[in-house]
């Protein structure tokens, strides 16, 4: 017995031996990949040390040959040939032998950013007409690699990949997959003469810039010092040990100092509580509109409801939309439900054992750590009504609501950070991004900013640093295109102080890096909805950069540029670029958009004129203007001014 456990714990440990010295790739390298054409293409991985590792691709009679390293380290630079495919790559090495199948040979791009660029064409993003675009992608020479959203404290070097590794587009593989990438890719695609596409997406909602930009870029701004030196040298096992601890310690200190509650007992919930001195507010809305502005911390909300006597006894249905950031929400006093997230509906089923004839009162704790927060969603799904049952009557629940802020989180220490959240310096660079380099990809499409409105003078300087952080990782200067918010949020009376305004000047700046390119979308937002559905055209814009700055095609790429402006008297002159065939409106509508100030800055809407490729500007209640703002606002209304290829022309100001 004693020589047969020896003979299985020999053989086990001899397979344990093969299988650490089997020649293995990252998932980066898969079947179905794209590697990008008539490059030299680095390839790696690991296998015995002082291997010799052969990559034989079926294109050429010339495989590429290394030795693995003491740490059984190899890489390879493999020349790649014009379009086509498929083909297949033979990796020896150790004494074993990993084949890749059907790889194609084309252009490869990297799509990053938050939400917009993560947003699926069905999921939760059902873009416009989502069910036949799944239905038609069919690309068989279109591929895509899906990197799983994951954050760390120190650069990793192999990603972790959905799926496996790369996917064929076909129906089965696109509805997760980003919409605004998949019809870049598809248009390129097609204009390319169905060259293959590689699509490497690596995106996640929500997410600020300095998160995917690298420690030792980041570095040169002041601003993520004291964070920086933080995740210096730690792992994210350290980290969350700490964590807990200083969790544990805030969220008490949170508690303790909500005047809502009392110990655990929510005292504001009660349904006999006395709100007659707390404010009202008109739900749905950000509070930050309504009366609570810059503010960032736990607000309570009270809607009191006479329901009908049938009701009594019996389980209800409570839908509250969206709620930004997280709520717990009460009927009559009692929980039930919570939701930490600021994109998920909520919907909570209420005990007939808490429902009354006549008054009840619905009671929701809302806490926002930054940026915008209250009850938002879409006023017509802000219900109550009874449970299982799809025609029974509802109340609305979009109406007035007594308020009462009772913790400002200005007047408590910083909130710890997760370990797990992404919103830390370089924590997405070192884990989505850093495994990616060197591989070859022909350049990048980045969507986001909304994260980071609020601090429009500092992405000013964030964003072109990222995209040089990229440059210098690849060591090549690719091609970045980005996307400028779209119009986002309710029209102000009057010409505002605007933070999206502001953030789209940031990124129109940034055109000065070189091998830029920005796709405005201020016409095709929705001003309720975050996530606008008409990723096509967002696609489709982004693309036309790309087919006449890399692959020089003669098309119209951009619409109207702010170039230049002259006073006339009472009016003045602006000059743009890229407006070319003209100007022109929508529809051969008015132009609007514009406003125009004096030396006192006080603006006006403005009379705007188009005179072939430039705009005279004027009021009458401007008699010695200096400056023109146009689309200013955070969602301008009706704004039309495009150049004769339909494209639309960028928010601007000459007062910067």
Not at 219 to 231: G, M, N, T, Y
Not at 307 to 331: C, H, M, R, S
Request: charged share 20%; hydrophobic share 40%; glycine share 8%.
């Amino acid at each position: 017995m004693k020589q047969i456990f020896l003979f299985f714990a020999t053989a086990l440990f001899a397979c344990a031996c093969a299988e650490a010295e089997a020649v293995k790739m990252p998932a980066l390298f898969s079947d179905n990949m794209v590697l990008q054409q008539q490059s030299n293409v680095p390839l790696w991985g690991k296998s015995k040390p002082g291997a010799q590792v052969s990559v034989q691709p079926s294109w050429s009679a010339q495989p590429s040959v290394t030795v693995a390293d003491a740490q059984g380290s190899w890489r390879v630079t493999l020349p790649t040939p014009e379009a086509g495919g498929p083909h297949t790559l033979n990796i020896s090495g150790g004494g074993s032998k990993l084949t890749l199948n059907n790889v194609m040979v084309g252009e490869v791009w990297l799509c990053s950013g938050q939400s917009n660029m993560e947003m699926p064409l069905a999921g939760w993003g059902k873009v416009n007409n989502y069910e036949q675009e799944v239905a038609q992608a069919q690309y068989p020479n279109i591929r895509l690699l899906q990197v799983e959203r994951t954050a760390g404290a120190q650069p990793q070097p192999d990603p972790k990949v959905q799926g496996g590794g790369w996917q064929v587009c076909s129906p089965a593989t696109i509805a997760e997959f980003s919409a605004t990438a998949y019809f870049f890719g598809r248009d390129l695609h097609k204009s390319l003469d169905n060259v293959p596409i590689g699509l490497i997406n690596a995106s996640w909602g929500g997410t600020v810039a300095e998160a995917w930009t690298s420690a030792g870029s980041l570095d040169s701004i002041p601003d993520f010092a004291q964070e920086l030196a933080a995740l210096k040298g730690q792992t994210n096992e350290s980290l969350m040990e700490k964590y807990q601890k200083d969790s544990e310690e805030w969220l008490n200190l949170l508690a303790s100092s909500d005047s809502g509650l009392h110990g655990n007992a929510p005292l504001w919930a009660s349904a006999d509580f006395d709100d007659s001195r707390w404010k009202s507010m008109p739900i749905p809305g950000f509070w930050e509109r309504q009366g609570l502005e810059n503010f960032d911390g736990i607000v309570w909300f009270r809607c009191s409801l006479d329901l009908p006597a049938e009701w009594q006894g019996k389980d209800l249905e409570l839908n509250l939309a969206e709620i930004d950031d997280d709520d717990v929400t009460y009927f009559n006093g009692e929980q039930v439900g919570a939701i930490n997230g600021h994109n998920v509906p909520r919907k909570y089923r209420v005990s007939g054992k808490l429902v009354k004839s006549g008054k009840n009162v619905v009671t929701v704790r809302v806490m926002d750590t930054g940026g915008d927060g209250g009850l938002y969603g879409n006023a017509a799904q802000m219900t109550l009504k009874p449970a299982d049952a799809e025609d029974a009557p509802s109340v609305s629940l979009a109406q007035e609501w007594k308020y009462s802020a009772a913790v400002d989180l200005s007047s408590l220490p910083p909130r710890p950070q997760s370990p797990n959240n992404p919103n830390r310096p370089s924590v997405l660079f070192n884990t989505m991004i850093n495994p990616f380099v060197p591989f070859t990809i022909r350049g990048a499409i980045w969507y986001q900013g909304e994260a980071n409105v609020g601090r429009a003078q500092q992405y000013g300087e964030l964003l072109p640093l990222l995209i040089r952080d990229w440059r210098r990782q690849w060591g090549s200067d690719f091609p970045f295109y980005y996307v400028q918010l779209t119009n986002f949020l309710g029209i102000p009376s009057e010409p505002p102080v605007s933070e999206w305004a502001a953030l789209r000047e940031a990124q129109l700046n940034t055109l000065r890096v070189s091998n830029t390119g920005m796709a405005v979308t201020i016409d095709i937002g929705e001003k309720r909805d975050i996530h606008p559905k008409n990723k096509q055209d967002v696609g489709a814009r982004l693309a036309l950069w790309a087919k006449a700055n890399t692959y020089g095609q003669q098309v119209a790429y951009s619409g109207p540029l702010y170039s230049s402006c002259k006073v006339e008297g009472k009016k003045i002159r602006i000059s743009f670029t890229h407006a070319d065939g003209g100007l022109k409106t929508k529809n051969g509508d008015k132009l609007i958009g514009f406003t125009i100030a004096g030396a006192d800055r006080k603006f006006y809407e403005a009379t705007a004129t188009i005179e072939g490729s430039e705009v005279v500007v004027s009021s009458p209640n401007v008699a010695s203007p200096v400056a023109v703002r146009y689309a200013w606002a955070d969602s301008p209304d009706g704004v039309n001014l495009y150049n004769a290829a339909e494209l639309p022309a960028s928010p601007f100001r000459t007062d910067f």
